[in-house]
C-alpha cells in the first residue's frame, strides 16, 4: 500500500543544541540582568537591528558528493567480501548514513556491523556502540529484553566463552609441547632427571612433578629435561620469578590438574605476569580468563586493564573495555579511564582492540565530539583514529572530523592542513571546511574562488551554493542562497538567514511567512527560536509561547538567545500575558489544530495539559504527545513520550497498546502485534484495533491483508474513542480504499474526517485528495504538497511515472534524481532503478539497486531487480 501510514515529513531533526543554533543574541541581555528583568513585556526581548544569525555549521560527517554511488559501491564491495572485511565496510556505510541524517538506517548498519563481527573485540565494540544509540531507552529496556532480537544487544558478552570458542583443539593442557621441539638426549652422556623438582621461594619449598611442570612450556620443558644444568637438580631457586608460594603452588596444581582454583586477582596476576615470563601459553590462558571473572565494575576495568595490557592478556583487556564502554560518556569524564587510552601506544592499542582499532576510535571520538567538541579527548581520540586508518575512506573521514574540531577550536591553520589532506584523499565536502577556515584568517575571495572552482568541476549541491554565500553579498548571496533551498530544502540557514534579514527590515509578516515554509516540513529548534522572535516582536504572545512550549517538549533544558535565557524561565514571563486555558478550552483548541494538522500547534497544547494535569489522564496525553512527534519525524523525543505514556497508562489493556507501539517503533512488528491482540483480550479498545491494523499494514501489504486491515479499523471505529483518534481512522482507512481502488468510500471517510477543509495550505491535505481527482487535479494538487513540503516522496514519483508514460525518460529520471539528492529514499531508488532497466541502462540501474539494497537488504522486488540487471552486466 502506497505510504498508507508513513508521514513524509522532515529528514532528522537537531536535538543538539550546537549543532545548528543561533549563538548570538538578537537583544541586549546583560549577563545575569535577566533575572532581574521586570515580566510585565516580554517584547523587550527583540530588537530587530541586533539579529545576528551563526554560520552554518561544516557537519563532522563523512558526505560524498555521490551517496548513491558510494552506497553501491560499498554494496558490491560487500558481495564480494570476506567474513572479516564484513563489519568495516557497515561502519562505513553508516557512516554514509548518519551523514544523510538517517539515524534509523545508521543503527541498521552498525547492528549489520555487530551481526558479522568476527572477532571478540568487533563484538565488543559494536555492541557498545550499537548501547550508545540507543541512549534513552533505558526506560523500556525490560520490554525490549523480552524480545529476542533485541536480547543479545541488551546482554552484555561472555567474552570469556567467546575466547573460548575461539581456541584449537590443539591447545590441551596436557600436551602443550610439540614432538619436534622435544629437547634431543642423543649424544648426552648423563642420566635422566629425577621424577621430581623442589622449587624455592625464600624459605618456602614447593615439590611438583617434574614431567608435568615441563608439559607447560617450551622454557621449562628445556630447564628440566634438556641439556641445561637445573635438569640434573632436585632443586631449583625461583625466588627472584616474582611469584609467591601460593601462586607457585597453584602452577604446580595446575600442571597435574589443568585447572586454576585461585580466588584472589593479585595471585592470579603474579602468575599471569610468571607465565609470560617462561611462555607457558595455557597457564596466561588460565590466568587471563580467571582475571576476567573479576571485572564487573569501572573500578575493576580501571585497576586492572593496565595490568592486562602490560602482560598481553586479550580475555581480561577485553572484559575491561567491555565495562569501560558500557557507559559512554559518562566513563570518559572519568579522568582515570581518560588516562588508560591516553598512556597507550600503537603495540597496546592493538592488544586492546585488535584489528578494531578503527572503529573503537570512531565511537570514542564520536562519543567525545557529542559531548565537548572542543576537548582535547576529541582531539587525542581522533588523532589515534586517523593513525588507526587503513583505508582512504577511514582516513579521509578521520581527518575531516579533525579539521572539523580544529575549526570548532579556531585554530584555523591547522583546520586548513586538515581540510586540505582530506581533500586530496577524496573528500570534496571538505571544501566547505578549507574554505570556512580561509575565511576566518581573512582570506574570504580565496575562500569563495574554493567553492566556485568545485562548484564548476562537478554536479552543484545545495551545501555548496550555501557555502558560497557566505563569501558574497548583494544579490548574488541571494541567488545563491535560493539555489542552495531549490537544490537541498532540508538546509535551514538560506530560510533563516531569508527571514531575518526582511525582519530587519521591517517586513515582518513576510519573515514569518518564510520561516513558516520550512517550519511546515522540518522542524528544528532554532527555526523555532527564531519564529518565538518574530512573535514576540509582534507581540503575539500566544503564539511565541506556542513555540516556546513546542521547544520545551523537545528538549525541556533548552536555553535561548545564546545560552543566556531558559526557555522554561521565558515561558513564565509570558504566561501572565496570555489567556487562561481551561481543561475544556485545552480539548477545543487540541481538536482544532489537529484537526488542521497544525502539529507544532497541537505540540504545545499538550505540553500545557501536561503540565497542569495531575491526574490519571497523563498515559492518553503523552501518547498523543508521542503520535505528533513522529508525525514531525522526531522519533527519539516520540520513544520518550511513549515510555512516560506506558509509566502513566491507567490500565493493563492501555499499558499493552503502548508497549505495543513501542516494540513497532523500535522495528519489532511482530512483537507489536502480539501485544495489541493482548490488549483486545482483556478488552477492546480503539486505540488496541488501531495498532493491530498499522502493524499488519506494515508486515504485509498484499490484498488479503488489505481486507483484514480494512475490517480492524472498521472495528476500532467502533469502539468509544474521540473524534481526533477516529478522523485518523478514517482517514487511514480511505488510504487503504484508494489502494483497493474504492475511491468512492475513501472519498467518504476523507468528507468525514473534513480534512481539505479544516487543513488548507497544509501538504498532507493536498496528498490526499490528489489520490481520488482527475489527472489535470492531481498534478496541481501534487505541485503544491512540493512547494509546500519537498521531502514528500510521492509526488516525484507520481510525476516521474507520467513523463515515463509521455516517454520522457530522461525527464523521467531527472525528477526523481531531484528528490534522491537530498533524500535517501527506498521507493525513489527503486523507481529510478526501474527506470533505468527499461531505457537500457545496466550500471545505472544497478548502482541504484545496490544503492536501495543497502537501505532495506530484505525488499524482494528489488532484490528480484537486482538480480535480473546483474546477469545482463556484462
Same mark, same amino acid.
Not at 152 to 181: C, G
Not at 423 to 436: D, M, N, P, V
Not at 611 to 620: I, P, Q, T, W
Not at 758 to 775: G, Q, V
Given at each position: ?13 537537531q536535538l543538539?543544541h550546537?549543532?545548528e543554533r ?8 546583560e549577563?545575569?540582568k535577566?533575572?532581574r ?16 544569525l551563526?554560520?552554518p555549521?561544516?557537519e563532522p560527517y ?6 548513491v554511488e558510494v552506497?553501491?559501491?560499498i554494496h ?6 570476506s567474513e572479516n ?16 541524517g538517517?539515524?534509523?538506517l545508521l ?7 555487530w551481526r558479522?563481527?568476527?572477532?571478540v573485540?568487533e ?7 550499537l ?8 526506560m523500556i529496556?525490560?520490554?525490549l529484553s523480552?524480545?529476542s ?9 561472555d567474552?570469556?566463552?567467546?575466547f573460548?570458542?575461539k ?5 590441551s593442557v596436557?600436551s602443550?609441547i610439540s ?7 642423543e649424544n648426552v652422556?648423563?642420566?635422566p632427571?629425577p621424577?621430581?623438582?623442589?622449587f624455592?621461594i625464600?624459605?618456602?619449598?614447593i615439590?611438583?612433578d617434574?614431567?608435568?611442570?615441563a608439559?607447560i ?11 641445561f ?9 625461583l625466588?627472584e ?6 601462586g607457585?603452588?597453584a ?14 586477582p ?7 605476569a ?8 595455557q597457564?596466561?590462558d ?5 582475571l576476567a571473572?573479576f ?13 592486562g ?10 572484559s ?5 564502554l558500557r557507559?559512554?560518556p ?5 579522568e ?7 598512556s ?10 585488535g ?14 565530539m557529542?559531548?565537548n567538541?572542543k ?5 587525542f ?8 586508518a587503513?583505508?582512504?575512506r ?10 572539523c574540531?580544529?575549526?570548532a ?13 582530506a ?6 565536502y ?37 557555502e558560497?554565500s557566505?563569501?558574497?553579498d %548583494?544579490? =548574488? *548571496?541571494? #541567488?545563491d542562497?535560493d !539555489?542552495?533551498?531549490? /537544490?537541498?530544502?532540508? @538546509?535551514t540557514y &538560506?530560510?533563516?538567514?531569508r527571514a531575518?534579514?526582511l ?21 528544528t ?12 516582536a ?6 511565541a509561547?506556542?513555540d516556546i512550549?513546542?521547544?520545551?517538549t523537545?528538549n525541556p533544558?533548552?536555553?535561548l ?9 521565558l515561558r513564565s514571563l509570558?504566561?501572565p ?8 478550552d485545552?480539548w ?5 489544530r489537529?484537526?488542521?494538522v497544525d502539529?507544532?500547534?497541537s505540540?504545545?497544547?499538550?505540553y500545557?495539559?501536561?503540565?497542569s494535569?495531575a %491526574?490519571? =489522564? *497523563?498515559? #492518553?496525553?503523552f501518547? !498523543?504527545?508521542?503520535? /505528533?512527534?513522529?508525525r @514531525?519525524?522526531c &522519533?527519539?523525543a ?6 512516560l505514556?506506558r509509566?502513566?497508562?491507567n490500565?493493563?489493556h ?5 508497549e ?6 523500535t ?13 483486545i ?19 504485509s501489504?498484499?490484498?488479503a491483508s488489505?481486507?483484514?486491515v480494512i ?17 485518523q481512522a ?11 481502488v ?9 468528507e468525514m ?8 495550505n ?13 489527472r489535470?487535479m ?28 509521455n516517454?520522457q ?11 534522491i539528492a ?8 527503486h523507481?529510478?532503478a526501474a ?6 541502462d545496466v550500471?545505472g540501474a544497478?548502482r ?20 535480473r ?6
Amino acid at each position: 500500500m502506497r505510504s498508507l501510514w508513513a508521514t513524509d515529513s522532515c529528514k532528522h531533526i537537531q536535538l543538539n543544541h550546537s549543532v545548528e543554533r543561533i549563538p548570538q543574541s538578537w537583544l541586549q541581555v546583560e549577563r545575569g540582568k535577566l533575572t532581574r528583568m521586570s515580566c510585565t513585556d516580554p517584547s523587550s526581548f527583540y530588537n530587530s537591528s541586533l539579529i545576528k544569525l551563526a554560520e552554518p555549521p561544516i557537519e563532522p560527517y563523512f558526505k560524498p558528493l555521490d551517496y548513491v554511488e558510494v552506497l553501491a559501491r560499498i554494496h558490491e564491495e560487500l558481495e564480494a567480501a570476506s567474513e572479516n572485511e564484513k563489519s568495516d565496510l557497515y561502519l562505513l556505510q553508516s557512516q554514509v548514513f548518519r551523514g544523510l541524517g538517517e539515524a534509523k538506517l545508521l543503527r541498521q548498519s552498525l547492528r549489520s556491523a555487530w551481526r558479522h563481527a568476527t572477532s571478540v573485540h568487533e563484538k565488543v565494540i559494536y555492541a557498545a556502540w550499537l548501547k550508545h544509540e540507543k541512549q534513552g531507552e533505558e526506560m523500556i529496556r525490560d520490554l525490549l529484553s523480552q524480545c529476542s532480537k533485541c536480547k543479545q544487544e541488551f546482554t552484555p558478552l561472555d567474552i570469556i566463552s567467546e575466547f573460548s570458542r575461539k581456541a584449537t583443539s590443539n591447545d590441551s593442557v596436557n600436551s602443550p609441547i610439540s614432538k619436534n621441539h622435544e629437547p634431543s638426549f642423543e649424544n648426552v652422556s648423563l642420566s635422566p632427571p629425577p621424577d621430581f623438582v623442589v622449587f624455592h621461594i625464600g624459605e618456602d619449598k614447593i615439590v611438583c612433578d617434574r614431567q608435568k611442570i615441563a608439559a607447560i612450556s617450551v622454557p621449562f620443558h628445556a630447564m628440566l629435561n634438556g641439556c641445561f644444568t637445573e635438569s640434573r637438580k632436585t632443586d631449583i631457586n625461583l625466588s627472584e620469578s616474582g611469584i609467591s608460594t601460593k601462586g607457585m603452588r597453584a602452577v604446580c596444581e595446575f600442571s597435574k590438574t589443568g585447572k586454576l582454583n585461585v580466588q584472589s586477582p593479585e595471585i592470579l596476576l603474579e602468575i599471569l605476569a610468571f607465565a609470560n615470563r617462561f611462555c607457558c601459553e595455557q597457564l596466561k590462558d588460565a590466568s587471563d580468563r580467571s582475571l576476567a571473572s573479576f571485572i564487573h565494575t569501572r573500578q575493576d576495568a580501571i585497576t586492572f586493564i593496565d595490568y592486562g595490557l602490560e602482560e598481553s592478556a586479550q580475555v581480561l583487556v577485553a572484559s575491561c573495555l567491555q565495562v569501560i564502554l558500557r557507559e559512554p560518556p559518562h566513563s570518559l569524564h572519568d579522568e582515570q579511564v581518560a588516562r588508560i587510552f591516553y598512556s597507550i601506544d600503537a603495540e597496546k592499542r592493538s592488544i586492546m582492540a585488535g584489528s578494531a582499532s578503527f572503529a573503537l576510535y570512531s565511537l570514542l571520538s564520536e562519543v567525545a565530539m557529542k559531548d565537548n567538541m572542543k576537548s582535547d579527548k576529541s582531539v587525542f581520540f581522533l588523532q589515534c583514529l586517523r593513525d588507526c586508518a587503513k583505508t582512504s575512506r577511514q582516513s579521509a573521514f578521520a581527518l575531516h572530523q579533525l579539521g572539523c574540531v580544529m575549526l570548532a577550536r579556531k585554530e584555523y591553520e591547522k583546520a586548513e592542513r586538515l581540510f586540505d589532506a582530506a581533500i586530496q584523499e577524496g573528500h570534496f565536502y571538505s571544501y566547505a571546511g578549507l574554505a570556512r577556515a580561509k575565511y576566518h584568517r581573512g582570506y574570504k575571495l580565496t575562500a569563495y574562488e574554493k567553492i566556485r572552482h568545485l562548484l564548476s568541476s562537478c554536479k552543484p549541491l545545495g551545501w555548496m551554493y550555501q557555502e558560497r554565500s557566505l563569501y558574497c553579498d %548583494g544579490k =548574488g *548571496k541571494w #541567488l545563491d542562497l535560493d !539555489r542552495a533551498t531549490e /537544490l537541498d530544502p532540508t @538546509l535551514t540557514y &538560506p530560510f533563516m538567514y531569508r527571514a531575518a534579514v526582511l525582519m530587519k527590515e521591517q517586513s515582518a509578516h513576510a519573515a514569518l511567512a518564510e520561516i513558516n515554509r520550512v517550519l511546515g516540513f522540518k522542524l528544528t529548534l532554532d527555526c523555532l527560536e527564531l519564529r518565538t522572535c518574530f512573535y514576540l516582536a509582534l507581540q503575539d504572545y500566544r503564539g511565541a509561547l506556542c513555540d516556546i512550549q513546542s521547544i520545551l517538549t523537545l528538549n525541556p533544558n533548552y536555553m535561548l538567545y545564546g545560552g543566556r535565557v531558559g526557555a522554561s524561565q521565558l515561558r513564565s514571563l509570558l504566561f501572565p500575558h496570555v489567556e487562561h486555558w481551561t481543561t475544556a478550552d485545552c480539548w477545543m483548541q487540541l481538536y482544532d489544530r489537529w484537526s488542521a494538522v497544525d502539529d507544532i500547534g497541537s505540540l504545545a497544547v499538550i505540553y500545557q495539559m501536561v503540565e497542569s494535569d495531575a %491526574g490519571s =489522564g *497523563k498515559g #492518553l496525553l503523552f501518547f !498523543r504527545q508521542s503520535l /505528533l512527534l513522529l508525525r @514531525l519525524n522526531c &522519533p527519539e523525543a516520540a520513544m520518550h513520550s511513549l515510555q512516560l505514556a506506558r509509566q502513566h497508562a491507567n490500565s493493563e489493556h492501555e499499558r499493552l497498546v503502548y508497549e505495543g507501539w513501542i516494540l513497532y517503533d523500535t522495528g519489532h512488528c511482530e512483537e507489536g502485534l502480539v501485544k495489541a491482540e493482548e490488549s483486545i483480550t482483556i478488552q477492546r479498545s480503539f486505540e488496541a484495533f488501531f495498532l493491530k491494523a498499522y502493524a499488519l499494514a506494515d508486515s504485509s501489504q498484499d490484498q488479503a491483508s488489505s481486507a483484514m486491515v480494512i475490517a480492524l479499523l472498521e472495528e476500532a471505529l467502533k469502539c468509544p474513542s474521540d473524534g481526533l483518534r477516529k478522523g485518523q481512522a478514517l482517514n487511514n482507512l480511505g488510504s487503504v480504499y484508494v489502494d483497493c481502488v474504492k475511491l468512492d468510500l475513501a472519498a467518504d471517510c476523507y468528507e468525514m474526517t473534513m480534512l481539505i477543509e479544516k487543513a488548507r495550505n497544509k501538504a498532507s491535505a493536498y496528498e490526499k485528495r490528489s489520490e481520488y481527482c482527475d489527472r489535470d487535479m492531481t498534478k496541481a494538487d501534487l505541485q503544491m504538497v512540493t512547494q509546500l513540503d519537498p521531502l514528500r516522496v510521492y509526488p516525484y514519483r507520481y510525476r516521474a511515472a507520467v513523463l515515463m508514460d509521455n516517454q520522457q525518460e530522461e525527464e523521467a529520471i531527472a525528477e526523481l534524481s531531484r528528490a534522491i539528492a537530498f533524500k535517501a529514499d527506498l521507493h525513489l531508488l527503486h523507481l529510478r532503478a526501474a527506470f533505468h532497466e527499461c531505457i537500457g541502462d545496466v550500471a545505472g540501474a544497478l548502482r541504484d539497486c545496490r544503492a536501495a539494497l543497502s537501505v532495506d537488504p530484505n525488499h524482494q522486488e528489488i532484490m528480484e531487480l537486482h538480480s535480473r540487471v546483474h546477469s545482463q552486466e556484462p
